[in-house]
């Protein structure tokens, strides 16, 4: 098996035709069908199911094609280290992750900078919830995390610096009655449909927020669980629902939305940075100083 079988797999498994398929990869589509189903051949399992009028992935093609991608993802990881090898710019790269949020205000200010400080450094960077961003920095998989945290708790082996506490607030449909008001309390929060990140994703952010609905005393209807931010504030657009989000996702702003501050005593939530006490990453304290510098202005 070789790379370009990979990427001829996934090439016709996100256009769903050997035809476009083709025209993206710039090679005529008979050899592409056959590398195709040499591709099955070794592998022993048939990846699509073909008919006259349709390409649809198996059951089994669904699952290898996200390990397919994986593997083209780090093969091309791979290519910017050696690229930086080359030019004598050798440095151990850094694998950082961060929790959706974390795109949305912090690492846009800090990366820049990063990277003008450490120009030979390969950065790595992907999206990844609190709960596997413990267990891949505790593997070594990742070098650094920025994650959410319960104030104060202590994660074993990994060392965590607070960056900042941030408060949650609410995201309402424009239209909500609440959102006529400057801020909310939790308990008019009361039979209301609530939309909050799974669970598996960050215990800490939903413990806190249910935990702050119990204190108010209530329990939460919680009617959808998406799986980003994104996808919840298209929720909230849609009037299926209020949101709890850190305010740190108040830059993300969908027509149709509102953003509205609890009332004390609303649930907060640490932004943390993370890495392993028994493998200290040599760019930890370069980010740290960047995540807690002055705001300009």
Same mark, same amino acid.
């Given at each position: 098996?070789?790379?370009?079988?990979?990427? /001829?797999?996934?090439?016709?498994?996100?256009?769903?035709?050997?035809?476009?398929?083709?025209?993206?990869?710039?090679?005529?589509?008979?050899?592409?069908?056959?590398?195709?189903?040499?591709?099955?051949?070794?592998?022993?399992?048939?990846?699509?199911?073909?008919?006259?009028? =349709?390409?649809?992935?198996? *059951?089994?093609?669904?699952?290898?094609?996200?390990?397919?991608?994986?593997?083209?993802?780090? !093969?091309?990881?791979?290519?910017?280290?050696? !690229?930086?090898?080359?030019?004598?710019?050798?440095?151990?790269?850094?694998?950082?992750?961060?929790?959706?949020?974390?795109?949305?205000?912090?690492?846009?200010?800090?990366?820049?900078?990063?990277?003008?400080?450490?120009?030979?450094?390969?950065?790595?960077?992907?999206?990844?919830?609190?709960?596997?961003?413990?267990?891949?920095?505790?593997?070594?998989?990742? *070098?650094?995390?920025?994650?959410?945290?319960?104030?104060? =708790?202590?994660?074993?082996?990994?060392?965590?610096?607070?960056?900042?506490?941030?408060?949650?607030?609410?995201?309402?449909?424009?239209?909500?009655?609440?959102?006529?008001?400057?801020?909310?309390?939790?308990?008019?929060?009361?039979?209301? #449909?609530?939309?909050?990140?799974?669970?598996?994703?960050?215990?800490?952010?939903?413990? !806190?927020?249910?935990?702050?609905?119990?204190?108010?005393?209530?329990?939460?209807?919680?009617?959808?669980?998406? #799986?980003?931010?994104?996808?919840?504030?298209?929720?909230?657009?849609?009037?299926?629902?209020?949101?709890?989000?850190?305010?740190?996702?108040?830059?993300? =702003?969908?027509?149709?939305?509102? /953003?509205?501050?609890?009332?004390?005593?609303?649930?907060?939530?640490?932004?943390?940075?993370?890495?392993?006490?028994?493998?200290?990453?040599?760019?930890?304290?370069?980010?740290?100083?960047?995540?807690?510098?002055?705001?300009?202005?």
């Amino acid at each position: 098996m070789e790379l370009r079988h990979l990427r /001829y797999f996934v090439a016709v498994a996100e256009e769903l035709s050997f035809t476009q398929a083709a025209k993206v990869l710039h090679i005529s589509q008979p050899p592409l069908s056959q590398q195709i189903s040499q591709l099955e051949t070794e592998l022993g399992v048939q990846l699509f199911e073909r008919t006259p009028r =349709r390409v649809v992935l198996t *059951d089994t093609g669904r699952v290898l094609l996200e390990e397919a991608r994986r593997i083209l993802a780090g !093969a091309w990881d791979m290519q910017r280290i050696a !690229a930086g090898a080359a030019m004598d710019s050798i440095a151990r790269p850094l694998r950082l992750a961060s929790v959706t949020s974390g795109f949305s205000e912090l690492l846009p200010r800090i990366v820049p900078k990063f990277r003008a400080a450490n120009p030979g450094v390969a950065l790595l960077i992907e999206s990844v919830d609190p709960a596997d961003q413990i267990h891949r920095i505790q593997r070594g998989e990742l *070098d650094i995390g920025v994650l959410r945290t319960a104030g104060g =708790r202590k994660i074993e082996g990994l060392h965590l610096y607070p960056i900042e506490v941030q408060p949650f607030v609410a995201v309402l449909p424009i239209d909500h009655p609440l959102a006529k008001n400057d801020a909310v309390d939790m308990a008019e929060l009361e039979g209301q #449909d609530l939309l909050l990140l799974p669970r598996r994703r960050n215990p800490d952010y939903t413990d !806190a927020v249910t935990s702050a609905c119990t204190a108010a005393g209530f329990s939460p209807r919680i009617r959808f669980e998406p #799986d980003d931010d994104q996808v919840l504030l298209g929720l909230v657009a849609c009037g299926l629902g209020i949101g709890i989000v850190p305010s740190c996702v108040s830059p993300l =702003r969908l027509p149709g939305t509102v /953003y509205r501050p609890l009332h004390p005593p609303a649930p907060s939530t640490t932004l943390c940075l993370a890495q392993a006490t028994n493998r200290p990453s040599p760019y930890f304290e370069a980010l740290k100083d960047l995540a807690t510098e002055p705001a300009p202005g």
